[in-house]
């Protein structure tokens, strides 16, 4: 089963600008985990932010985490062409020892 | 340091054949996944190892799937016979530990179609 819906499940932007993809999920997590897949290939780790954290950063990456929502946001800001990927959210669940991947988000960065 | 292997990259078989697919994940990393991805959606695990020990295999179909990791190291999924359902992308991934904060490293995966 799947637990973390993103949305929206497409997006299409200019190169230069912000692009936001939100995560919602359903049970008590430990942390919640974003993920980039470039086409054909496997997931690369992008960021964790634990249950206790509202707010984390890396590079031109921001995460934020709504517990009480049971939702987190990803922000890439000045988007480059080579943002260009699928984007997904993995929870981890609280009495779990395994991340539960959401649906992802399709970026496209346009030129 | 050299990322998780996996082979083949691609196969097309017909359904009720058999398929097997090899995962070596990086050196030193004691856990080991098995991801199912499906077109369109997000990758389901399968299987999750602790060095040859089984963690998780409750989403396994073990009906016609099954998994080892002998030795703790490399591993080998098995889909014995296929059905056009099987087809997705199969994704290894590994990590040096099993707590919660360690990060899966993926390999390319391997593409299955069953025709």
């Known amino acids: 089963s799947q637990q973390g819906e993103e949305d929206p499940q497409a997006l299409s932007i200019q190169e230069g600008e912000n692009a936001t993809m939100n995560c919602s999920y359903k049970?008590?997590?430990?942390?919640l985990q974003w993920y980039r897949q470039n086409s054909g290939r496997g997931l690369v780790h992008l960021i964790l932010?634990?249950?206790?954290?509202r707010e984390k950063h890396s590079g031109r990456l921001r995460v934020t985490l709504d517990t009480s929502k049971k939702s987190s946001s990803l922000l890439i800001t000045a988007s480059r062409a080579a943002d260009t990927a699928s984007y997904f959210c993995?929870?981890?669940?609280?009495?779990?020892?395994?991340?539960?991947f959401g649906q992802g988000t399709r970026l496209t960065i346009n030129p | 340091e050299a990322g998780v292997a996996q082979s083949p990259r691609y196969k097309i078989i017909e359904k009720r054949q058999s398929v097997a697919f090899w995962c070596n994940p990086i050196?030193?990393?004691?856990?080991l996944y098995w991801y199912q991805q499906i077109l369109g959606q997000g990758p389901k695990l399968l299987i999750q190892?602790?060095?040859?020990?089984?963690?998780?295999d409750s989403q396994l179909p073990k009906d016609r799937f099954s998994a080892e990791r002998l030795k703790g190291v490399d591993s080998t999924l098995k889909i014995q016979p296929a059905k056009l359902e099987d087809s997705a992308v199969y994704l290894c991934?590994?990590?040096?530990?099993?707590?919660?904060?360690?990060?899966?490293?993926f390999g390319p995966g391997t593409r299955l179609t069953v025709l």
């Open positions: 991934a590994s990590s040096l530990g099993l707590g919660r904060w360690d990060t899966q490293y």
């Open positions: 049970t008590s997590i430990n942390n």
């Open positions: 932010i634990r249950s206790n954290e």
């Open positions: 993995a929870t981890d669940e609280v009495g779990a020892q395994k991340l539960v």
């Open positions: 050196s030193g990393h004691a856990t």
């Open positions: 190892f602790q060095n040859n020990g089984v963690v998780d």
